[in-house]
């Protein structure tokens, strides 16, 4: 039993449902919204390019804002705290408008060729939608951990714990939705759809303990707004706290490592439908497979990098470490043709996948301390969305990749032919090896946070008690 004060592996394995239903909704998004509208509706892919080019700069507003308002008040945040009533009322909407994404109108389905417009207009609509309550419960859901998990050996047992729960959501993201669809069955992806929204409403059962803030944590909010009431007013706009922010240079370092390994990752998970409908010539659940090589090198990988952490005592250095494994076991993929192959190779990817996984959110709670020391202020969910919206803008490179690559290789006249599947193969694992690797050497060259500085603002922040 847990003593008085602490947090139990239960409440940590609780809150890593978030990161669940965080990676189960994007990978299902991702995994299936672009190829449903390209090949199954017949949009084109310029079309739905720019559809997520839409949806993408949505989140420059949407993120950044969502977390700003949010970070200053909420319903029954005296009662609840800040951050729980936003994280259940975005989650319910997310697994809501999720089926919406999939209930085009069959008869502008069967007009999509000729008259693209109303499909167009209607992909637009619903993921933006979806973006911005799944944005609202996010950022929220992400700004509990620093707060809520403050010392080192906290944060790196409650990410090792989150990370192995959470990764179940990365394959379920790829394995639950080819259950309940075929390709060539238009109407089957929206009984995916429902069966992905059963799944998110199932979760938010169990995030609850996780989720839950503290009297202390509210505390704190409370004692943050009467401070606020006396601030001047330009502190309190939403401009120059974005601005004060990314003033911060690891905090920059970290959301463009971020931009960039989410982009490599929307790459591959938006190809392997593509490989398993036009490389390996299998049914959708086909791909699963390719999945499961993934999900057991991630968890195999989390014991592993935690004893490793521990040594290092550097989150940074470690994140840093994992994003050139990505890489290193991304590009050989380029050249797979068989379903074995990309088993093993997404396997070997996984170990990667799984460590930075693990310290994603201790690394960005350690330069979230040290902001919070130098301005002497917790502004945890105008960093969290700006941190969202790099992560999310990666849909635009995902698609402007597609597209390009489409386009060049010709995919629409023929899928099947040998530049098409050269293509699939490059958006699969070359374009995104490139990514991963421009994220670590940008990180290198920015981050300067180091073990003695992140125990100063450790000791610094615990005299605040913010």
């Not at 977390?67 to 319903?75: D, H, I, L, S």
């Not at 008259?115 to 993921?127: A, D, E, K, S, Y």
């Amino acid at each position: 039993m847990a003593r008085k004060g602490t947090i139990g592996s239960g409440i940590m394995a609780s809150y890593g449902v978030g990161k669940f239903l965080a990676e189960f909704l994007t990978g299902a998004f991702g995994a299936v919204v672009f190829k449903y509208y390209e090949t199954e509706i017949g949009l084109s892919a310029g079309y739905a390019a720019v559809a997520t080019i839409i949806y993408s700069l949505w989140n420059a507003v949407n993120d950044p804002v969502i977390g700003y308002v949010t970070n200053r008040r909420a319903p029954f945040s005296h009662r609840l705290g800040r951050r729980f009533p936003w994280i259940i009322i975005g989650l319910l909407l997310s697994a809501f408008f999720f089926v919406l994404i999939f209930a085009v109108p069959s008869s502008w389905r069967e007009a999509a060729s000729v008259r693209p417009l109303p499909v167009f207009l209607w992909m637009v609509i619903t993921i933006c939608l979806f973006d911005g309550c799944y944005s609202l419960w996010e950022v929220n859901y992400q700004s509990v951990y620093p707060d809520k998990f403050r010392s080192h050996e906290i944060r790196t047992k409650a990410a090792a714990i989150s990370t192995a729960v959470g990764v179940l959501g990365v394959a379920a993201g790829f394995v639950v939705p080819p259950m309940f669809f075929e390709y060539g069955d238009v109407g089957s992806y929206l009984t995916s759809g429902w069966a992905v929204a059963a799944f998110t409403i199932a979760g938010i059962l169990l995030i609850i303990p996780g989720i839950h803030e503290t009297k202390e944590m509210i505390g704190r909010f409370v004692r943050q707004q009467e401070e606020q009431k006396s601030a001047p007013k330009a502190e309190q706009r939403f401009f120059p706290s974005m601005a004060r922010a990314l003033r911060h240079r690891d905090l920059l370092a970290f959301i463009l490592l971020l931009f960039l390994y989410q982009s490599g990752a929307m790459c591959m998970t938006s190809s392997v439908h593509y490989v398993g409908d036009y490389i390996l010539n299998v049914p959708s659940s086909g791909t699963t497979v390719i999945f499961a090589g993934m999900l057991v090198g991630t968890l195999i990988s989390i014991p592993g990098w935690t004893i490793l952490s521990k040594r290092l005592k550097n989150n940074q250095r470690m994140l840093l470490i994992t994003c050139l494994v990505m890489a290193l076991f991304a590009f050989p993929m380029t050249f797979i043709r068989t379903s074995g192959g990309f088993t093993l190779f997404m396997a070997l990817w996984g170990l990667g996948f799984g460590g930075f996984w693990t310290f994603m959110g201790p690394a960005m709670a350690d330069i979230v301390d040290s902001i919070v020391v130098a301005d002497r202020r917790r502004d945890d969910g105008v960093l969290m969305g700006i941190r969202a919206f790099f992560m999310r803008f990666s849909y635009a490179s995902q698609a402007v990749t597609f597209w390009l690559i489409h386009r060049l290789t010709d995919f629409n006249a023929d899928p099947t032919s040998a530049a098409a599947k050269t293509g699939i193969s490059l958006h699969m694992a070359a374009v995104p090896a490139l990514f991963f690797l421009a994220g670590a050497l940008v990180f290198h060259k920015l981050n300067t946070l180091d073990p003695k500085r992140i125990e100063e603002n450790k000791r610094i922040l615990a005299t605040l008690d913010i």
